[in-house]
């Protein structure tokens, strides 16, 4: 076999690159003798052979399951397992597993270069260790996997100085198509060696995440307890046992670490502790039944923080980047940062009874640029946790420098270390791929501690979310870690306060060397638009109610929650949540409102305008003012205004209306329009507008109908005062005593042909007319009547004096 070439950064030692070279040249020996004797036919048949040779290298995929210890010191026995699997067409004759180990990688770059050929073949692997710490095969037929497990002391792995080997755990075999042992796969990994406890170890700070995607809506219960509303039940999968925030608590418990928690997180477990609720579909909801779980992960992470340090991100972790790149042009998003970062500290202290650090920013994946970091310190921090690959060395310096860099203004950046920091952020569901990253993030770990006698904190600073599994690696490597001869644990505030290295890089790398792919995962302008313009209607609807905190609180959180870094990458989900917020504060500010009022109608110079207030929240309203508007204020106007206001004020669950009086100068139509005001002349709800029919009373139709009524109360009065002399006139001719028999006057006797009386049409009309009772007789008794006499052409006169207004005929 031909000799592998050596990675950069290795360096074999003279010894065994001779042993290889010989090995390779006795091996060579048989094959010249067997080409010599080979004919012209099978010389050139070779040809294909050798093609073939080529293609199967690498057809058996070796997998490295465990590997314990992680990091061997001297007397322990090392042992590997995992499983081989022949990808291969032909079975896999005369296999075995052993272990190979290479020259120390001295440079952390060399382990990186390692680490991107871990199944290459052919590599520098070093000499097999042989003998019975292997793991023979009979036969490995394609298609199926194997176990395999070898225990070795270490002492018979032949390592030398302290540092990280390379260790590859290799299948050698043979097949019909190459009869002749082979290495058919490998997969290298990195065993760290530092048996003794070093001079200066490296002061390691790890941060462990409790953050968790946005889970409440701004929704609550009209209920005195506010009952809240979550997006669905997915906290409690997360909190359940062997959810994933359920093994980060359990699994960062048992580590010295510095918490990093979101406070919404906590919010919403605690709000989970009692009666919530779950959205379904359209406006429905459903009684959450988790309480217990909640109850209990609240319990146990109470435990595990106390006396350790914790440190608070801004409610619901906004996201800097975002805020500083597409959100600072649009008024009032800062405020929205100061007030997440203000509730934060109280937030914890309420829940978990410890005080929390807020002086610590920490942008996504640590990236920073100006405009980042100045957005970060608005709200009060000072300290900015970033990342190697952002905050670049770019000096001469041979070593990893501490993380602790001033950058100006007061502000201390804290650089975690890109490489530690990102080794788990992988698909880890298989074991093999957890064991490797274990073994790497240790391997770097020792090789940062082994490039200088220098004190030097370093922090990791993992993802956000890491899921369970990465979760259970980080913790396996942190354990060894903790438990290892190089390193010793420090907080977080301690690794902010060390000596900063006078060589590393403190300037911030420009705007235009923000990485592109997190650019766009930021939250668009128009995210800030849509905040922007919820806040302006909350402050508007908060000054008119009686207990605005039942609605700021949630709402005021409810946008913090709009601005989280957990929206990255979920931008459908980020704006359906900002729109439901959105319509949900509608919904509420639409409870109060004016009754829409149909044609109005006024007759007469002044009138009352009634416009009727309802309020269906369950609080009460105040502070409101109801102006009413006269488009057309020559024809109808209100106390010589073209508009009036009042004072409102609705108890919860009430109708409350409002008079105005108005007066009309004109007849016809006019337009008017009612709108509802806060205190400080806003605009609240919509408009309405109806119209007002005007009546006018002209001074000729006025004297007509005060004719019609004068002659009314006349007419009355003349039906009053005849029958009162009627009444008057009966009493009278009771009482005269009878005329019959008395001498008649002189020329009494003289009547007319006509049987008229002498006297004349007036003594006629009295003796006409005098009731029968007055002469004791029937008026025609004196005088019968007779069948000629012809009948009066006009009724006869009374004789009695006219009344006033009273018509006489004549």
Do not use: C
């Amino acid at each position: 076999m031909a000799e592998a070439a050596d990675f950069p950064g290795m360096t074999p030692s003279p010894a065994r690159r001779w042993l290889r070279r010989t090995g390779a040249l006795l091996a060579g020996v048989p094959l010249l003798a067997g080409l010599v004797q080979l004919p012209a036919a099978s010389a050139q048949a070779a040809g294909p052979a050798s093609a073939k040779d080529a293609s199967d290298a690498g057809t058996v995929a070796v997998a490295v399951d465990s590997l314990s210890p992680g990091a061997p010191t001297d007397g322990d026995t090392l042992t590997v397992s995992g499983t081989v699997t022949n990808n291969g067409k032909q079975a896999v004759t005369g296999a075995h597993v052993g272990l190979r180990v290479g020259s120390a990688l001295t440079t952390r770059s060399a382990i990186d270069r390692a680490a991107k050929h871990a199944d290459s073949l052919p590599g520098d692997d070093g000499s097999e260790v042989g003998g019975k710490y292997v793991a023979a095969f009979a036969k490995l037929t394609p298609g199926v996997a194997e176990h395999f497990s070898i225990s070795v002391p270490v002492d018979k792995l032949d390592l030398g100085d302290d540092g990280v080997y390379p260790l590859g755990v290799s299948l050698s075999g043979e097949t019909s198509a190459q009869p002749w042992q082979q290495v058919l796969g490998v997969q290298r990994t990195f065993l760290p060696w530092q048996p003794e406890e070093v001079d200066t170890p490296t002061r390691t700070t790890v941060l462990w995440p409790l953050v968790s995607t946005v889970h409440m809506t701004a929704e609550t219960g009209s209920n005195a307890q506010q009952t809240p509303v979550f997006l669905n039940d997915d906290l409690a999968k997360e909190l359940a046992p062997g959810g994933r925030l359920d093994q980060l608590l359990s699994l960062g418990k048992e580590l010295d670490v510095t918490w990093v928690i979101d406070p919404d997180l906590l919010a919403s477990v605690d709000a989970m502790t009692g009666s919530y609720r779950i959205r379904g579909d359209g406006d429905t909801t459903t009684a959450g039944t988790h309480q217990a779980i909640a109850k209990q992960w609240l319990d146990d992470l109470q435990d595990a923080v106390l006396g350790k340090e914790v440190v608070a991100l801004p409610f619901a972790d906004p996201d800097l980047a975002s805020l500083a790149h597409n959100g600072t042009g649009v008024a009032g998003s800062l405020s929205q940062l100061k007030e997440a970062t203000d509730v934060a500290a109280t937030t914890v202290q309420t829940v978990l009874h410890v005080t929390p650090s807020t002086d610590f920013a920490w942008p996504v994946n640590g990236a920073v640029d100006p405009s980042i970091v100045k957005v970060a310190t608005s709200a009060g921090a000072h300290k900015v946790i970033a990342r190697g690959d952002s905050l670049a060395e770019t000096g001469d310096l041979t070593y990893t420098p501490s993380a602790a860099r001033p950058i100006g203004g007061g502000t201390t950046a804290v650089v975690a270390d890109a490489r530690l920091s990102t080794a788990f952020e992988g698909d880890l569901t298989k074991a093999s791929t957890s064991t490797l990253a274990v073994q790497e993030f240790l391997a770097q770990s020792l090789s940062l501690n082994q490039q200088t006698g220098k004190q030097r904190s370093v922090v990791v600073a993992p993802q956000r979310m890491p899921t369970a599994v990465q979760a259970r690696s980080l913790a396996q490597a942190v354990t060894m870690l903790q438990g290892g001869t190089w390193s010793q644990s420090q907080q977080l505030a301690a690794a902010a306060k060390a000596k900063p290295d006078p060589g590393a890089t403190t300037k911030v790398p420009s705007r235009s060397a923000y990485p592109s792919s997190l650019r766009k995962q930021e939250l668009p302008r128009s995210a800030f638009e849509q905040i922007a313009h919820t806040q302006d209607r909350l402050d508007n609807f908060k000054v008119i109610l009686a207990n605005e905190a039942r609605v700021v609180t949630p709402f005021g959180r409810a946008m913090n929650r709009e601005m989280s870094t957990t929206w990255r990458g979920r931008n459908t989900a980020a704006s359906s949540f900002r729109q439901s917020v959105q319509a949900y504060l509608d919904t509420l500010t639409g409870q109060v409102k004016l009754i829409d009022k149909s044609e109005t109608k006024l007759s007469g110079r002044s009138a009352t305008i009634p416009v009727t207030v309802q309020n269906n929240l369950v609080q009460g309203v105040d502070h409101l003012v109801l102006r009413l508007t006269s488009t057309n204020p020559t024809r109808l106007e209100f106390s010589e205004d073209a508009y009036s206001e009042q004072q409102v004020t609705v108890s919860g669950g009430h109708t409350t209306t409002v008079k105005f009086t108005t007066s009309a100068n004109v007849n016809g139509q006019t337009r008017v329009i009612a709108q509802l005001y806060t205190e400080d002349g806003q605009k609240y709800g919509n408009e309405v507008a109806f119209d007002v029919r005007v009546t006018e009373i002209t001074a000729t139709v006025m004297l007509v109908i005060g004719g019609g009524v004068l002659l009314l109360v006349l007419a009355g009065f003349r039906m009053y005062t005849q029958r009162k002399r009627a009444a008057a006139r009966e009493a009278e001719e009771t009482e005269e005593p009878a005329e019959d028999g008395e001498p008649a006057e002189d020329g009494e006797d003289g009547a007319d042909e006509a049987g008229g009386h002498a006297d004349g049409p007036e003594k006629a009309e009295r003796t006409e007319n005098r009731p029968e009772k007055e002469s004791g007789a029937p008026a025609g008794a004196a005088d019968p009547e007779q069948p000629s006499d012809e009948t009066p052409d006009t009724a006869e006169e009374s004789a009695d004096p006219s009344g006033t207004g009273e018509r006489v005929d004549r």
